[in-house]
């Protein structure tokens, strides 16, 4: 299986979007995906920053892919997908179905979580559209994977989002920016005081979700480390990470030791310092997302 590494889902300053690049380069990831998934307002990096941070991580022996926005809202967010999706070098990875419909026919293209494609039939769909791989919802259960796969178009590769704080939902309002009490469109880019998100609790003080400014993360971070041996046998071909600010290269090194066959224990020992917050994987044992279910050992 591949190991690849998703988009950056929060605003970071440019220097440090530079030196996370520059230490991926060298990690052993199979597949890097760039660019902005979540606000246009974010524009420490512009479109050809993207490509040209693409361009360095391909010389570096990475396979490139660029993310689109979810949430297109202006003509400036249309005309930066159309330049990623006529790019000529590197595929596309469609988050919203207006950039399914401009890259259709046209090239390739990754299927992203976010179109939520739930059955065989939306998958068999979007491959006729030119799919090549596809990310399944992040709530989809490992036994409605396994039905959708046992049905799966030819030629269709399957990544599943195996790391990292599960992207809930989008909107078009900024909850950062009305945490400040700012609107969206003056938000003083506040987002950048939060390189991991903003911490929401609930009224009893538990630790709930995290603002990104138009997205709503869980808090607990999806661990499905210990479900690996299971995707290999679905016939998953990559897991992805989703990038978090620390301890990033023991993420990766954790999970490339697991996919290399590496004890689930000493991958959990591996992976716990590493841990932000508490892990969850609930939704892939058709439990509440929040919860963590212990692997047994056989």
Known sequence: MQLTLGPVLYYWPKARLDAFHEAIAAAPVDRVYLGEAVCSRRHE???????????????????????????????SDLRALRRFAANGRFLLEANDMGAVHTIAGHAPFIAGAQLNIYNAEALAFIASQGANRWVPPL?????????????????????????????????????????????????????????????????????????????????????????????????VDAVRLSPQPAHMDAVIAAFRAALDGAAADDVAAALAPALPAAPCNGYWHGRPGLDYVVRQAA
């Open 45 to 75: 990096y512009r479109t050809g920053d993207w490509l040209e941070a693409a361009a360095r991580l391909a010389d570096a022996g990475k396979e490139v892919v660029l993310s689109s926005q979810v949430l297109m809202e202006s003509e």
């Open 139 to 235: 709530e989809m259960t490992r036994e409605s994977l396994a039905a959708i796969l046992a049905q799966k178009p030819p030629g269709v590769a399957t990544e599943v989002f195996a790391y990292g704080r599960l992207p809930l939902a989008f909107s078009a309002r900024c909850f950062t920016a009305r945490h400040y009490d700012l609107p969206k469109d003056d938000c003083r880019y506040a987002c950048l005081d939060h390189p991991e998100g903003l911490a929401l609790s609930t009224r009893d003080g538990e630790a709930f979700l995290v603002l990104n400014g138009i997205q709503t993360l869980s808090h607990r971070v999806l661990d499905l480390a210990d479900a690996l041996p299971d995707m290999r046998e679905l016939g």
